[in-house]
T-cell receptor
Framework: NAGVMQNPRHLVRRRGQEARLRCSPM?????VYWYRQLPEEGLKFMVY????????ESGMPKERFSAEFPKEGPSILRIQQVVRGDSAAYFC???????????????FGPGTRLTVL | GESVGLHLPTLSVQEGDNSIINCAYS??????FIWYKQESGKGPQFIID?????DKRQGQRVTVLLNKTVKHLSLQIAATQPGDSAVYFC????????????FGQGTRLTINP
């Protein structure tokens, strides 16, 4: 059973370009989460999605960042007009069905390391 | 703001020794905590968790202690091995509304031969 897959693993962009990060959840998982990790810091929640729905985007910057999880295909985190401050590791996690109570364990992918020149 | 935070950013121990990594939290209503291990170039990996109705939980070579009085938890790793070198995070799931994890800053553990 393959784990969470992210690609590319490394992405280099120049200022002003667009970055697209992909995440394929574990088989059977319908919930996806994106986190950002700056160097020497902990992960910061960005957005939580279910298929075709954004559930919580409270951690997303107001501009330039967007996320989707279409009915078919991977979840995409899109960063438009990247700036140097966007350089970070972006991690995706997935979880199975979210019950009415309790916490469903999130399984993390290996991350995409974005470098903005 | 973040409700979890760590005391020390780095910790070096000799191979075979025990290590203790600390974490403080601020929300007295917090009832569930998770420790993650993040090796270089990888995503966080679940190690062990603990609920607030417990003071201690043991796994394989790891023990988590929870002190609700002072809002502190610790991760103890026994007989450390080179493979234990990593950054360790405590995290708290925020379940209300949507689920998300709030991570502390992390402690980098280095095992010296």
């Amino acid at each position: 059973n393959a784990g969470v897959m992210q690609n590319p693993r490394h992405l280099v962009r120049r200022r002003g370009q667009e970055a697209r990060l992909r995440c394929s959840p574990m088989k059977g998982h319908s919930h996806v989460y994106w986190y950002r990790q700056l160097p020497e810091e902990g992960l910061k929640f960005m957005v939580y999605l279910q298929k075709e729905n954004i559930i919580d985007e409270s951690g997303m910057p107001k501009e330039r960042f967007s996320a989707e999880f279409p009915k078919e295909g991977p979840s995409i985190l899109r960063i438009q007009q990247v700036v140097r401050g966007d350089s970070a590791a972006y991690f995706c996690a997935s979880s199975p069905f979210q019950g009415a109570r309790g916490y469903n364990e999130q399984f993390f992918g290996p991350g995409t390391r974005l470098t903005v020149l | 703001g973040e409700s979890v935070g760590l005391h020390l950013p780095t910790l070096s121990v000799q191979e075979g020794d025990n290590s203790i990594i600390n974490c403080a939290y601020s929300n007295s209503a917090s009832d569930y905590f998770i420790w993650y291990k993040q090796e270089s170039g990888k995503g966080p990996q679940f190690i062990i968790d603990i609920r607030s109705n417990m003071d201690k939980r043991q796994g394989q070579r790891v023990t988590v202690l929870l002190n609700k009085t002072v809002k502190h938890l610790s991760l103890q790793i026994a007989a450390t091995q080179p493979g234990d070198s990593a950054v360790y995070f405590c995290a708290e799931p925020i379940i209300q509304g949507a689920q998300k994890l709030v991570f502390g800053q992390g402690t980098r553990l280095t095992i010296n031969p």
